[in-house]
């Protein structure tokens, strides 16, 4: 059974591609090659050291680590956000409101700061967990250093990324498709294996390859687990080493990885379309029944909040009420929430316009040029922010010095590494619009300018949203990039927690901390009530 509907059999309309469409992708393209043009350069003055630098035991073993890393995460990742998503969009579960606020939120907790809270809950000994045991007998509780750590910590603060597009396909798609796989007599689950999960192929790939991504660049958590991977050798040789062309090496093989992983997804990425051949239809869609198994679907939403949300939170209240009963001084937070929102909604707004004439450009002009441009687009996000940033650095002061360190380059820096965030989810809103729709809207009289903000945009508003989400939130705990890029005296959230851990003022950093999470609750409630709106009209 196959209700998609196949591209041999509905040729796509559109056979010109949009100039404004090309000129976009390709100030997208051009803008990753900035950090890739600064590795080149530094890569080459390693000379003929290049072939011992990557044939070394250290580099294989770090690789290795790498990618097997990254594999678990995004396999875990993927599993827990398809359950979760597919509990909140389509089934009676009981608090599904609260819960999608709840389970998105682990996006805006800092990766180090939720790996530090894991680490003062379960580490072996001297963690909560262990004092609290401690009256049984039990003194000494499994690592979680290592490998159980770092895949634990990565999979709770990354799942988010596969949440939130599946979810914006979920409710995007049309319920009649599953109305009639029922009517055709197949039972629930067969019509969600062959036909609901086919259709959130693309939203999950999209999602997933976000998550690779983020376990590929992040250093917090690997470096809190003690686990060696590729980014924290890469950190290591900048920070400590004085010859930078090594770390510039080790970054290009990273790319290299990233561009393979980049191949294999485009290989396997399925060929049918995704929308229905009928004019379709905003009926709300009938929601399963969870019967007995509701209880279970609590425990799992609830497990997930609290490893992910809950204990971070609670960590970091600990270290705020401590730092308040021994006197502790805390900074003025208005200006700091003030920074961070207004750089993470400028940067958002830059990203979107951006990532919206890509997407569209992918999606309705398939082609090899335009699917080499995306591709090229996801390279920043893989790249370890310090290097990102360091590139920036050196080009800025050498070649553009009235832009060096000003508000403008550090947008930039955010667009180079966060843009595939939301051309990954406007992508997968647009394949379920059917283009004839958009033909049909030319035929009556309306230019593509005002067919894209009538018929397009108003239909692939969920993934707009969702994309924005996934930016903002990204953004405002973004710490290289606004450290090193950032004009002189501005400070954001992310900043002062980075500031407060590096100096032991565990209640200080707790404090932005707790702001920042704060704020990101606000945003990701806002964000979602206008996608349930979006998806009602």
């Not at 290049?50 to 580099?59: C, D, E």
């Not at 980014?231 to 400590?240: A, D, N, P, S």
């Not at 399963?288 to 679907?297: D, E, F, P, Q, Y």
Request: charged fraction near 10%; proline fraction near 6%.
């Amino acid at each position: 059974m196959n209700l998609l509907t196949s591209n041999s059999k509905l040729s796509n309309p559109l056979t010109h591609t949009s100039f404004p469409l090309v000129i976009a992708g390709i100030i997208i393209a051009l803008s990753m090659l900035v950090p890739l043009a600064y590795l080149v350069a530094r890569a080459s003055d390693a000379g003929p050291r290049i072939t011992n630098i990557l044939i070394s035991s250290r580099t294989l073993e770090v690789f290795a680590n790498s990618t097997v890393l990254v594999l678990v995460v995004t396999a875990l990742s993927a599993v827990i956000a398809v359950i979760a998503a597919f509990l909140t969009v389509k089934t009676d579960l009981p608090g599904k409101k609260f819960w999608s606020v709840i389970l998105t939120l682990p996006l805006a907790v800092p990766s180090f700061v939720g790996s530090f809270a894991l680490i003062a809950t379960f580490a072996p000994k001297g963690s909560a967990l262990q004092n609290l045991l401690a009256p049984l007998g039990i003194d000494v509780l499994p690592p979680i250093y290592g490998w159980p750590g770092v895949i634990l910590a990565l999979t709770l603060f990354s799942y988010p990324y596969v949440f939130l597009t599946t979810r914006s396909s979920l409710r995007g798609m049309d319920p009649a498709i599953e109305e009639v796989s029922r009517s055709l007599g197949y039972n629930i689950r067969s019509t969600l294996r062959h036909v609901t999960l086919p259709h959130l192929y693309p939203s999950i790939a999209a999602g997933s390859l976000l998550v690779a991504f983020y376990a590929l660049s992040d250093f917090g958590t690997p470096g809190l687990m003690r686990f060696d991977s590729f980014t924290r050798m890469i950190y290591v040789e900048y920070q400590l080493g004085f010859d930078r062309s090594s770390a510039a090496v080790l970054s290009l093989l990273l790319v290299t990885l990233v561009a393979v992983i980049l191949f294999f997804e485009h290989r396997v990425r399925s060929k049918a379309s995704y929308y229905s051949l009928g004019p379709g239809t905003k009926r709300q869609p009938v929601l399963l029944k969870l019967g007995r198994w509701k209880g279970v679907a609590l425990v799992f939403c609830g497990v997930i909040a609290t490893l992910a949300l809950f204990i971070p939170i609670g960590v970091m209240f600990y270290w705020f009420f401590q730092g308040v009963a021994v006197g502790e001084s805390y900074p003025n937070m208005g200006i700091i929430t003030f920074n961070t929102v207004y750089v993470a909604a400028l940067a958002t707004l830059v990203i979107v316009a951006f990532a919206l004439p890509m997407a569209l450009l992918v999606v309705r002009f398939p082609r090899k040029s335009t699917s080499v441009l995306e591709r090229i687009s996801y390279i920043g996000f893989a790249m370890p922010g310090i290097v990102v940033a360091l590139s920036l650095v050196s080009f800025g002061a050498n070649h553009l010095p009235m832009f060096y360190q000003s508000m403008g380059m550090l947008v930039f820096a955010y667009m180079v590494l966060f843009i595939p965030l939301s051309i990954g989810a406007i992508r997968s809103s647009l394949l379920q619009i059917n283009p004839r729709v958009e033909e049909a809207a030319r035929s009556l009289g309306l230019g593509q300018g005002r067919t894209l903000l009538t018929v397009t945009i108003p239909m692939a508003k969920t993934g707009l949203l969702a994309g924005a989400a996934l930016v903002i939130l990204t953004i405002m705990k973004e710490l290289p990039s606004t450290l090193l890029l950032s004009p002189i005296g501005f400070k954001t959230l992310a900043t002062q927690v980075w500031t407060g851990a590096e100096s032991a003022s565990f209640p200080y950093a707790a404090a932005s901390a707790l702001v920042l999470v704060a704020i990101s609750a606000i945003s990701v409630t806002i964000i979602l009530s206008q996608e349930r709106n979006a998806s009602r009209r």
